[in-house]
């Protein structure tokens, strides 16, 4: 990959990674404080670009740079998370989060369990990304 194309796509690859983190961060605070129907715009509209931003980036930097996809354990193992992270959302937080807005009992405990084992996710990537850990696959 070519400097310039390399730079961009791990631009946009912090920019989406870090707003994921961050609307979490905010998803967070907003299931503490039991507003639930902003939850549900950002769920639709904010956290599911994001993540698929990060997702597409991760994946063409892993493929186009020397990390690759399965070479090195870190980049697999975010990969994965990613991928669990992105399906829980759409299929679980989603939902409970319209749960929570409609008045669902026990969907709010739902939601507010479901954003901190995202943001656990997100943090485990972040150091992941930052440390580097484990060394090479089989396939590496």
Excluded: I
């Amino acid at each position: 990959m070519k400097p310039v194309a390399r730079k961009s796509w791990v631009l946009l690859h912090v920019v989406t990674s870090v707003g994921w983190l961050g609307v979490t961060v905010g998803d967070l605070a907003l299931a503490l404080s039991g507003f639930y129907r902003p939850l549900v715009v950002l769920a639709d509209f904010v956290v599911l670009p994001m993540g698929v931003g990060a997702l597409v980036s991760g994946v063409v930097l892993s493929l186009g740079t020397k990390w690759g996809l399965v070479k090195h354990r870190w980049v697999l193992v975010k990969f994965v998370l990613t991928v669990v992270a992105l399906v829980a959302t759409f299929f679980a937080l989603r939902s409970g989060v319209r749960d929570a807005a409609d008045g669902v009992a026990g969907a709010g405990a739902d939601v507010l369990v479901a954003c901190c084992v995202s943001l656990t996710l997100y943090l485990v990537n972040t150091a992941l990304s930052v440390f580097k850990p484990w060394g090479r696959t089989r396939w590496g």
